[in-house]
T-cell receptor, first 112, second 110 residues
Framework: DADVTQTPRNRITKTGKRIMLECSQTKGHDRMYWYRQDPGLGLRLIYYSFDVKDINKGEISDGYSVSRQAQAKFSLSLESAIPNQTALYFCATSDLSGQLYTFGSGTRLTVV | EDQVTQSPEALRLQEGESSSLNCSYT??????LFWYRQDPGKGPEFLFT???AGEEKEKERLKATLTKKESFLHITAPKPEDSATYLC???????????FGTGTRLKVLA
């Protein structure tokens, strides 16, 4: 089994729908992150969490929310999806240094 | 402003044709520079960490080097299985931020 598991792997949704992307990890790391990847823009941080009670906005948090249900689970929600949220979404974990990341395999989201 | 720039955006090599990928950075303070490999449909996978100018790390056909302004990922005698996108990232000491470059797409032809 993968250290960081993301579900679903692919999703097509309609504009205005609410959608949740899920991430679970077996690394035992406290720190978890959500990134989106767009061609030519690289990886951009949406939200991060240093433990269950600590949630922080990243550089592009507008239109997104997160929930840290347990040390191992970190979910990303799009409250009302819009087409420019079409992207590849990655969950990642890190050790306490915050430097070495382990990524999931990603969720390809298409908003039509 | 902290910035990471990778070049070239894309690179096509013949099998066995050695080359280098560049990652230049402008940051307030460098705590570490990281190289990741990303295959299509997968998340980035860690390759190397470099912490100080002059440091070098090697793994199979890959060697990463670091100066005060840039890092190089040297690929010696590449094989088709080395085809991937290579991402560079820096962790800054001033803002404790992790900043990714946009990557270099490498294609090695048999």
């Amino acid at each position: 089994d993968a250290d960081v598991t993301q579900t679903p792997r692919n999703r097509i949704t309609k504009t205005g729908k609410r959608i949740m992307l899920e991430c679970s990890q077996t690394k035992g790391h406290d720190r978890m992150y959500w990134y989106r990847q767009d061609p030519g823009l690289g990886l951009r941080l949406i939200y991060y969490s240093f433990d269950v009670k600590d949630i922080n906005k990243g550089e592009i948090s507008d239109g997104y929310s997160v929930s840290r249900q347990a040390q191992a689970k970190f979910s990303l929600s799009l409250e009302s999806a819009i087409p420019n949220q079409t992207a590849l979404y990655f969950c990642a974990t890190s050790d306490l240094s915050g430097q070495l990341y382990t990524f999931g395999s990603g969720t390809r989201l298409t908003v039509v | 402003e902290d910035q990471v720039t990778q070049s070239p955006e894309a690179l096509r090599l013949q099998e066995g044709e050695s080359s280098s990928l560049n990652c230049s950075y402008t940051v307030s303070g460098l705590r570490g520079l990281f190289w990741y490999r990303q295959d299509p449909g997968k998340g980035p996978e860690f390759l190397f960490t470099l912490y100080s100018a002059g440091e070098e790390k090697e793994k199979e056909r890959l060697k990463a080097t670091l100066t005060k302004k840039e890092s190089f990922l040297h690929i010696t005698a590449p094989k088709p299985e080395d085809s991937a996108t290579y991402l560079c990232a820096v962790f800054t000491s001033g803002t404790y931020k992790y900043i990714f470059g946009t990557g270099t797409r490498l294609k090695v032809l048999a």
